[in-house]
């Protein structure tokens, strides 16, 4: 079922040099990090259960991510904003996974509403880790944004949370990591599970 939203990615008509929000949901992404601990994951458990893991499914795993998020069955639209640094030119191992070929600029739509993918490079002028935080700010400014998905790498966890401080009460925001952090005002949930799911990793293999 989620390799048919692969091959039905199709262009959207707007590109924009730097996120901007204007959905019911956004999930934002820490590019480079998730694409290191997929390598890691998959390292680990074709070790653990003995047979080769294949890249990452990219859709199955932005549905896994909004499902984790609370999107259930909808029609709403969610906003993918894929922020990666100036070197890197796709997630290696993700299916697909390149920026300016296969993600930036496309969108796909299955049960949980219409999804809609952008990739943005950190700047001279400003840091991938700056980038993020900005983009958090500016959904948590956003009275159109009623839900935000965040997975930062875990060595700036803290400025999300500072991030977060202040944002709606009436926003549902959920953050990723591979761990459970300190608290704040939000909900969290275990990357790896969704991520484990997008490679085809079933539960019955870890028993």
Request: net charge negative; hydrophobic share 40%; with cysteine.
């Amino acid at each position: 079922m989620f390799s048919e939203k692969i091959r039905n990615f199709v262009p959207m008509n707007h590109l924009n040099e730097r996120p901007t929000v204007s959905c019911d949901n956004v999930i934002i992404v820490d590019a480079d990090f998730v694409d290191r601990v997929v390598f890691d994951l998959i390292v680990n458990f074709e070790r653990m259960i003995g047979r080769k893991i294949p890249n990452a499914d990219m859709a199955r795993w932005i549905d896994c991510v909004a499902l984790d998020g609370g999107i259930r069955e909808s029609k709403e639209q969610t906003q993918v904003v894929l922020i990666h640094g100036a070197k890197s030119e796709r997630m290696e191992y993700f299916t697909p996974g390149h920026y300016a070929n296969e993600l930036n600029g496309q969108a796909f739509n299955d049960n949980l509403g219409e999804f809609s993918i952008n990739a943005y490079t950190d700047e001279n002028i400003i840091s991938k880790e700056d980038l993020l935080i900005d983009t958090l700010r500016l959904c948590c400014a956003s009275g159109e944004v009623k839900r935000i998905m965040v997975i930062p790498d875990d060595a700036y966890f803290d400025r999300v949370r500072q991030a977060l401080r202040n944002s709606d009460d009436n926003k549902t925001i959920t953050v990723f990591a591979m761990q459970p952090m300190m608290g704040g005002g939000f909900r969290q949930e275990i990357l790896g599970y969704s991520l484990m799911s997008a490679l085809g990793i079933r539960g019955e293999e870890l028993v």
